[in-house]
């Protein structure tokens, strides 16, 4: 499994969760993982229900046997004045130039720059060590910008081909290419099984191996129960209508004649079933086209009653159990 | 922020047979025809956060006003493929193409079109400017990275292109469609970032020493520019400030701003003939996003029309609860000897108010077989596939009953917010709308108001 696994995928997806859950799912026991978030959102936070992340990492869980959780909201300035302090040692200057604006107007003019700030820090958590040469994270999941964005974001070295030929950004640069380049990385794209989402995952996987980053795996996510399979959905076009109300009136839902209760349910109840039926051969022609790009494919169910941290741990055993960690 | 929510709420139970909906504080229906009939309206603008129908409804909405009888023109912001297929826009090039297959019985007439932004920038371009110099400002590399999609781009051409479509004025109504952002109110403010940002004082600084002439002016630009050049121009390399200098200075001279010129098309927002759809699917992030938007557009005196609640889930049997669905399934799947007991005592304890006591009649058709043909030997007895399937049919059911309450909570959580917003309802169709047909079924359902329009086989 790489250590650094980026997590793309379609606007509201759920790539916010499918990160979270991941880090949950790497951290088994003994483990240490860092969640990351780029885009100065504050998802991580809302998703385990804390207060805004600092630019700092900090422990925010603890995964289902013991493993720990650290969360880091990257903000490109910050970064950008560490790197200054670093390397020119610029003391009160550098403030100054922030209260100019200038970190901001660099960092907006020159978008390569930002990105290569975001995926600079993820990288440099990768390698880090701690004292006794052992990684200071054994994973690093970073919640990454949406797929129309991720490969201008990861391919940082044609964005910051443009700016200066030398110094640390371009040193930078070189570094975080060999990161992201190697088998040390995995890109993973959300989906769900809807036309859209689909066809973006394919053109991003297009642009991903375009690009020589590697491609990790697809997640399925929302995945609603599958209640009555195909030859069910035929048995049920095949039976009597009377037969089913007979069905439901055993069942103690009134009476079975024209008009009794138990009737009355047998067309709306039919009505369902073939909505559900149409929408089930959707999703499954959805998924042969995500059969087809040849990646290994994960499955996360819809969480009927909506998405909170447990419902997150819930993900994140499904994940482990899917052979994610 | 919410103006008498008495007044209009009382008058609405419409939905009141809705079995679904008897507890809900019923908001206004919002009646869409006289909205797109009005000649007075010119501009609807369909907002809301990614992914909640926006495309679709501006589409639809359009369709429904051409086959009205009004000349129409959709403006769309990256929509689905298939979709843009079936309105022959699927090919980006930025004009306004007819649309072919409609009912134009009423003598109407839509054209569809794509957002290219960069090609939107373009033209700006060559309008403003003679051609040595547009040439110079198109081949200018901080250009062409700020139009291939800088933060706000989208936005900042989406209202560029709607205000030249307002100017040519060769439609009776305009739809526009927003781009996919997350945050609904991006349409708004993001324009006007990006043109505070170009002409800002930083690019000031960079760009017009000459015009600061004054002492102080001086002073600061002195201690400004060193750490410019000296910092910056380490990080970002000398020739990326130089390329976005020779940019602003080219474009302000033939431009004129682009603060200004943002400004100006935000007040075509506020113009009379404009209306705001605020769509929204019935989920806690889509709603929190319109609540957001609908107080904004009451801050800058916008109209707003009302809200599309889409993708909304409805049932023609709610009169059947989920637990007594699930109950009642439970019943169905246990093992037969316990099933026959059981089955006969859930009857007895059946709340039957209808007082069908019979367990099972027959009724007239009980000469159809139980089970289907195509299955003589099989070795499942036909009875308890029958069941089997009439359990399925009935955890389906309790899903579903499960998800209307889910949204309807969700929803009654806006109303209590917002009560005065009017809302049509639209029914989430089991398969995407990728088709002049789709786009018809959700105009009549956005019409209609309600998520589901009258059954006609119950
Ligand atoms: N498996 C699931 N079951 C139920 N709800 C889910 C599931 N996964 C995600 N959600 C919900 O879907 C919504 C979108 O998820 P999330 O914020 O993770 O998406 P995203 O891709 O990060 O969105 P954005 O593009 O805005 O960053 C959230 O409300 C989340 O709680
Ligand atoms: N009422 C509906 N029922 C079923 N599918 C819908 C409905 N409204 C929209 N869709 C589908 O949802 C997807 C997203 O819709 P779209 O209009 O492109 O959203 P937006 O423009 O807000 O991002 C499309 O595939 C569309 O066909
Ligand atoms: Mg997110
Ligand atoms: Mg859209």
């Not at chain 2, 949204?407 to 709308?433: K, S």
Request: charged share 25%; hydrophobic share 40%.
């Amino acid at each position: 499994m790489s250590r650094l696994q980026v997590v793309s995928g379609k606007g509201g997806t759920g790539k916010t969760t499918v990160a979270a859950a991941l880090a949950l799912a790497l951290a088994t026991e003994g483990k240490r993982t860092l969640l990351v978030e780029v885009e100065g959102r504050q998802g991580i936070a809302q998703l385990f229900e804390t207060e805004a992340l600092p630019y700092e990492e900090r422990k925010i869980a603890v995964a289902p046997g013991g493993g720990e959780v650290y969360a880091l909201a990257i903000d490109p300035e910050l970064a950008l004045l560490d790197y200054l302090q670093m390397f020119y040692k610029l003391g009160g200057a550098g403030r100054a130039l922030k209260k100019l604006g200038a970190i901001d107007f660099a960092t907006t003019i020159a978008p390569g720059l930002r990105d290569v700030l975001l995926t600079g820090k993820a990288c440099e958590a990768v390698r880090r060590k701690d004292k006794s040469g052992r990684f200071a994270y054994d994973y690093v999941v970073m919640d990454a910008p949406p797929t129309g964005r991720i490969t201008r974001f990861l391919n940082v070295n044609d964005e910051v081909a443009g700016l200066a030929k030398i110094g640390p950004i371009h040193n930078q640069a070189q570094a975080v290419m060999r990161v992201l380049k190697s088998s040390e990385t995995a890109v993973h794209l959300v989906t769900l099984l809807e036309e859209m989402p689909v066809q973006e995952t394919a053109d991003g996987i297009a642009e991903l191996r375009a690009a020589r980053l590697p491609v990790g795996r697809i997640m399925v996510n929302m995945v609603r129960p599958e209640v009555l399979d195909a030859t069910d959905l035929e048995l049920v076009r095949g039976t009597a209508r009377s037969s089913l109300a007979q069905s439901l009136s055993a069942a103690g839902l009134g009476g079975a004649r024209r008009g009794g209760q138990a009737e009355r349910l047998v067309a709306p109840l039919l009505a369902q079933a073939e909505e559900y039926a149409e929408r089930y051969t959707l999703e499954h022609e959805q998924r042969a086209v995500l059969g087809e790009l040849g990646l290994p494919l994960h499955e996360l169910p819809l969480l009927a009653e909506g998405m909170d941290l447990a419902g997150l741990y819930e993900l994140a055993t499904e994940l482990r159990e899917q052979g994610m960690s | 922020m919410s103006p008498d929510p008495a007044k209009e709420t009382k008058d609405s139970s419409r939905h009141a047979q809705d079995g679904t909906r008897h507890h809900l504080s019923p908001a206004r229906t919002l009646d869409l025809d006289p909205l797109i009939d009005d000649p007075k309206t010119r501009i609807v603008v369909c907002c809301g956060s990614g992914g909640v129908g926006k495309t679709t409804t501006a589409a639809a909405l359009g369709l429904r006003a051409a086959e009205r009888g009004r000349k129409v023109v959709v403006l769309t912001i990256d929509p689905a493929r298939r979709l843009a297929q079936s309105m022959g826009i699927d090919s980006l090039d930025n004009v306004p193409r007819r649309v072919k297959g409609l009912d134009d019985s009423a003598s109407g007439e839509l054209h569809a079109m794509m957002l290219d932004m960069k090609r939107t920038f373009d033209e700006i371009v060559e309008a403003h400017a003679d051609r040595e110099r547009a040439a110079a400002i198109l081949g200018n590399p901080f250009y062409q990275s700020l139009s291939a999609g800088f933060a706000g781009t989208q936005e900042y051409m989406a209202m560029e292109k709607l205000g030249q479509l307002r100017a040519r004025d060769e439609w009776d109504l305009i739809v526009v469609d927003t781009p996919p952002s997350r945050s609904a109110l991006d349409f708004l403010d993001a324009p006007k970032r990006l043109g505070s940002f170009l002409d800002g004082r930083l690019i000031r600084l960079l760009t017009a020493p000459a015009k600061l002439g004054g002492r102080a002016g001086m002073k600061f630009l002195n201690v400004g520019m060193s750490m410019m050049t000296g910092t910056l121009g380490k990080l970002l390399g000398g020739q990326l400030l130089k390329d976005v200098q020779t940019f602003v200075a080219a474009m302000d001279t033939t431009f004129g701003g682009f603060r200004t010129r943002a400004d100006a098309t935000y007040k075509l927002l506020q113009a009379p003939g404009t209306a705001f759809l605020v769509v929204a699917a019935p989920e806690r992030d889509a709603l929190r996003e319109a609540a957001y938007f609908v107080e904004r557009l009451a801050a800058e005196d916008m109209p707003l029309a009302g809200l599309v609640l889409n993708r909304v889930h409805g049932s023609g049997a709610a009169r059947l609860s989920a637990e007594r669905a699930l109950a009642a399934a439970e019943n169905l799947e246990e093992p037969r000897i316990v099933d026959q007991d059981g089955g006969k005592a859930g009857l007895r304890n059946s709340p039957d108010t209808y007082g069908s006591s019979e367990p099972a009649a027959v009724p007239e058709s009980a000469a159809v077989p139980e089970s289907p043909a195509s299955e003589p030997d099989s070795p499942v007895d036909p009875d308890r596939t029958v069941e089997q399937l009439t359990a399925g049919l009935l955890r389906l059911h309790a899903d579903r009953m499960r998800l209307l309450s889910r949204e309807q909570r969700t929803r009654d959580r806006f109303t209590a917010l917002h009560p005065e917003v009017a809302v049509a309802e639209v029914a989430a169709l089991p398969g995407d709308v990728h088709d002049l047909a789709g786009l018809r079924d959700i105009g009549d359902r956005l019409a209609a108001g309600r998520p589901e329009l009258p059954e006609t086989d119950a």
